[in-house]
T-cell receptor
Framework: NAGVTQTPKFRVLKTGQSMTLLCAQD?????MYWYRQDPGMGLRLIHYSVGEGTTAKGEVPDGYNVSRLKKQNFLLGLESAAPSQTSVYFCAGGPTYYEQYFGPGTRLTVT | AQRVTQPEKLLSVFKGAPVELKCNYSYSGSPELFWYVQYSRQRLQLLLRHISRESIKGFTADLNKGETSFHLKKPFAQEEDSAMYYCALSGSGGKLIFGQGTELSVKP
């Protein structure tokens, strides 16, 4: 039972490149979330999902897309990376919207 | 607008001193509030929720609707309480709105 895992842990991208971050959970949680964490800004919600096949926009969705084709996976995509997307990305999953279990984070640098 | 404000970026206290981490919110309706904590090299985790009115690791938090606050308190801080603390508010549609976070440093 690994809980919530994120792949990769670190990544460096050049401006304009694309990538996908994978979040996987083995606890059968309905709710899944993608956040970004920036100094002085706290955690900001990018996109979230309240069940398989559903997604919704959070506070800062621009420049990102998500998919939840399988209940256990929640993918975050950057189509054309920008330096402003340099951040630490956290995925979370939970049985309810408030009881969220977080992944270890992905540190992304866009040069 | 739904918003959570944690006015202190860093709070430094000595071991054994009382600690209060401030959290103010704006929300039109009946809010649900939570405190999350991230210890060094660990994942962010739920510390407590106002509805359960419980004390976790000696911490308590009371929802004050008049002052729109949900401050986290502990009478005697311990070194192991050093961590990043986030206040969170339930938003519409199954999500949480987090504050900016307060780093608590408990000195020996």
């Amino acid at each position: 039972n690994a809980g919530v895992t994120q792949t990769p842990k670190f990544r460096v991208l050049k401006t304009g490149q694309s990538m996908t971050l994978l979040c996987a959970q083995d606890m059968n949680h309905e709710y899944m979330y993608w956040y970004r964490q920036d100094p002085g800004m706290g955690l900001r919600l990018i996109h979230y999902s309240v069940g398989e096949g559903t997604t919704a926009k959070g506070e800062v969705p621009d420049g990102y897309n998500v998919s939840r084709l399988k209940k256990q996976n929640f993918l975050l995509g950057l189509e054309s990376a920008a330096p402003s997307q340099t951040s630490v990305y956290f995925c979370a999953g939970g049985p309810t919207y408030y009881e969220q279990y977080f992944g270890p984070g992905t540190r992304l640098t866009v040069t | 607008a739904q918003r959570v404000t944690q006015p202190e970026k860093l709070l430094s206290v000595f071991k054994g001193a009382p600690v209060e981490l401030k959290c103010n919110y704006s929300y039109s309706g009946s809010p649900e509030l939570f405190w999350y904590v991230q210890y060094s090299r660990q994942r962010l985790q739920l510390l407590l929720r106002h509805i359960s009115r419980e004390s976790i690791k000696g911490f308590t938090a009371d929802l004050n609707k008049g002052e729109t606050s949900f401050h986290l308190k502990k009478p005697f801080a311990q070194e192991e309480d050093s961590a990043m603390y986030y206040c969170a508010l339930s938003g519409s549609g199954g999500k949480l709105i987090f504050g900016q976070g307060t780093e608590l440093s408990v000195k020996p």
